[in-house]
């Protein structure tokens, strides 16, 4: 199975992502992350990518089609996996539909997270990981079991990203609504899209997907 998430800055993609890879055993390709990284290890794209990043701009499309083509050549992706952050632009799904061609594979659902603006900041400004796992909360709206502690690996120390800031949360914001929305009605026309209500709790968004992807 082949599946994008899509939805603005902090819909909950990354979260219900982590739960998918889970119950579907699909890959994550999650193109923030492979930036965060290029970033961390001050590669050529990490060079490219960092300043851009911090204004809440996106990466240009060329970078970006190159990483996904890369990533999606790799074996441990032949059985499955879920786009999260990728495609952003008209260009990069058109880019995707020919690499897909190309190996002779298909998308088989485009999820779409509804969010409204005015919580998504509150989302994104309250987000931490944890530095040792990767494990995703929240100060409000998802926090470990036991206060400073990760409920899967036991660490203690936790990171917050550079972008998860008010100044920037706004500019990704416009980012989403002048070049990733319009490929709803491209995925639309193509019978592809799924939407849920990703205002709803997360357990409850989870069983909204399971539900459309039963029904894909
Ligand atoms: P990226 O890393 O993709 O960030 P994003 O799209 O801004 O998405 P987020 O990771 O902020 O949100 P999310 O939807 O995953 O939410 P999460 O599950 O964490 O991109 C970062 C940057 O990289 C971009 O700005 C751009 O510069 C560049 N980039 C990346 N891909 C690119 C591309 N293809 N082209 C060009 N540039 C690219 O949830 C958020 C918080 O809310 C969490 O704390 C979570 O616990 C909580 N939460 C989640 N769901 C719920 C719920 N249902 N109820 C309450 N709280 C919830
Ligand atoms: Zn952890």
Not at 143 to 149: E, R, S, W
């Amino acid at each position: 199975m082949i599946l994008i998430l899509l939805g603005p800055p902090g819909a909950g993609k990354g979260t219900q992502a982590k739960r998918l890879m889970d119950s579907h055993g699909l890959v994550q390709l999650s193109t923030g992350d492979m930036l965060r990284a290029a970033v961390a290890a001050d590669s050529e794209v990490g060079k490219k990518a960092k300043a851009v990043m911090e204004r809440g701009e996106l990466v240009s499309d060329d970078i970006m089609v190159g990483i996904i083509s890369d990533r999606i050549d790799e074996p441990d992706v032949a059985g499955g996996f879920l786009l999260d952050g990728f495609p952003r632009t008209a260009q990069q799904a058109v880019a995707l539909d020919s690499l897909l061609a190309e190996k002779g594979r298909k998308l088989d659902a485009v999820i779409e997270m509804r969010v409204d603006d005015a919580v998504l900041t509150e989302r994104i400004t309250g987000r931490y990981t944890c530095a040792k796992c990767g494990a995703g909360y929240h100060d409000r709206f998802q926090k470990p079991a036991k206060a400073g502690v990760c409920d899967k690996c036991g660490g203690t120390e936790f990171t917050r990203r550079a972008d998860d800031n008010a100044e920037t949360v706004g500019a990704r914001l416009q980012a989403y609504h002048a070049q990733t929305a319009p490929l709803l009605p491209y995925y639309r026309d193509k019978g592809l899209l799924r939407s849920v209500d990703g205002m709803a709790g997360i357990d409850e968004v989870t069983r909204q997907i399971e539900k459309v992807l039963t029904a894909a």
